[in-house]
């Protein structure tokens, strides 16, 4: 692992990350709010910092709400995303301001994402509202048949499945 990466996760008190890489929730709003839709009350604003170092990704997953993505340090970032029927898929460069995406995207909420660092590592952020829970948070690996549709789509990507 790059030593810059092992001193970020270091300092930052990363931990392993469900979906692949290091993350650590750093701010959780106290303030709630409701989502117009079937869940109950989240926390207004959840952020954390998540970094994949090189050979990790971020697995094919989706949040049920806008997921902003912030790049900090590293590489840059690839982030591929789909709508929740997969009919498309996008890729984006998120990193230093050079013309392709620049530090910042949003992902739509229940939109299906996922991430690759382009070099070395990749340190980025996470803002989620309403706020971050897990039981708002699937894999595609349990969608068998958009499973499929990925792989007949882009095959190359089912990799980070």
Do not use: K
């Not at 690759?116 to 309403?130: D, N």
């Not at 007949?152 to 089912?158: S, T, W």
């Amino acid at each position: 692992m790059d030593p810059r990466a092992r001193q970020l996760i270091d300092r930052l008190q990363l931990q392993p990350h469900p979906e692949g890489g290091f993350y650590r929730e750093i701010f959780r709003s106290a303030a709630t709010v409701r989502p117009d839709d079937d869940r109950p009350p989240r926390a207004a604003l959840t952020t954390i910092y998540f970094l994949l170092a090189e050979g990790q990704h971020s697995r094919w997953h989706r949040v049920r709400s806008d997921e902003v993505w912030h790049a900090y340090d590293g590489d840059g970032l690839e982030l591929f995303q789909a709508p929740p029927d997969l009919a498309s898929v996008e890729c984006l460069a998120l990193g230093p301001p050079d013309g392709v995406v620049g530090p910042v995207h949003t992902v739509p909420a229940g939109w299906w994402q996922a991430a690759r660092p382009r070099g070395a590592f990749s340190l980025v952020g996470c803002t989620v509202g309403p706020g971050f829970e897990f039981d708002d948070f699937s894999f595609l690996r349990d969608e068998a048949a958009l499973v499929e549709r990925l792989t007949a789509q882009a095959p190359e990507l089912r990799v980070l499945v």
